[in-house]
């Protein structure tokens, strides 16, 4: 299903700076801005401002809803008096500009699109947000190929190499209907299914993998192991193709966490190609050679209801040129 709505090319330029009022401001909260927290719906506003800052100023009660004080846990309601008073803060640089190849990818890229969300494949070595010496990430450069777009927030994420299906919602309820939807394990939630390469020969009996998963801290390095006192995790697994020392595998998340799949895979005895932290060193040394340059993972299908339609829209996303090669250059069993 696709129902595309793309900005002409004019409507890419960068977005004008977001500087906090030199003024006070009111603002009206209208119904998609209903529901967050009023110290949330601040930071967003005033980009720059330390937090601490957006805390003192409604600890003093200089924001004010409806002329009243209000706690930073807030809710705010649509129709809304919202007053901001001015705030100074240093003007950071601006962010870098994508290139015109990475607009364009982009711009290719898109899967779906309605009035309130995007999907799009997301290309492997992207970060999906800036941070952590990434200076320019997926979200980031949809601001600014779009700037007239009022709200662009991730739904959910995807590291950096994985390629695949990934959501963006354009309105705060569609971030709020699909979040709530992402939590929701019935089969009215979300499904998302992906494509692995794992080493060796996976069982077709090996239909799921239920271990529970935590998040540890060894020597600095935060990994993802089995661990009886982790959370609940579920992934169901198929086999779709066989290979000379590995299997491609569909794999369906049943829970969502952190490096599920590369942690169960590695607990079944079949780590992923190309996985460097949970990997086998001596075979992606191999497969890296053969012309493997990143982790075979790739999140080829979302499954997801639209408010207000009974049908599951379902979003496929193809195979990379990058991991389609791999494949034709490796022999079948």
Known sequence: MRAMTKPSSSSRSAPPPQTPPTQVQWLTIDADQAGQRIDNFLMARLKGVPKSRVYNILRKGEVRVNKGRVKPDYRLVSGDQVRVPPVRVTQSAPAPKPSDQLVRQLDS????????????????????HGGSGV??????????????????????RLDRDTSGCIMVAKKRSMLRHMQAALRDKSASGVTKIYQALVLGRWSERKTKVDAPLMRLEINGDRIVKVHPEGKPSLTRFRVLRRFEGATLVEAHLITGRTHQIRV????????????????????????????????????????FYLPDQSAMTRVVAPLPDDLQTVLAQTPQE
């Open 109 to 128: 890229a898109i899967l779906f699109e309605n009035e309130g969300l995007l999907v799009l494949n997301k290309p492997p070595g992207l970060a999906v």
């Open 264 to 303: 169960h895979a590695q607990s079944a005895g079949h780590s992923l190609v190309g996985d460097e932290k949970y990997g086998d060193d001596e075979a992606n040394r191999r497969w890296r050679a053969g012309g493997v340059k990143r982790l075979f993972l790739h999140a080829a299908e979302l499954g």
């Open 135 to 156: 200076s320019l990430g997926l979200i980031e450069v949809l601001r600014q190929m779009r700037p007239e777009a009022r709200f662009l927030e991730l739904i959910h």
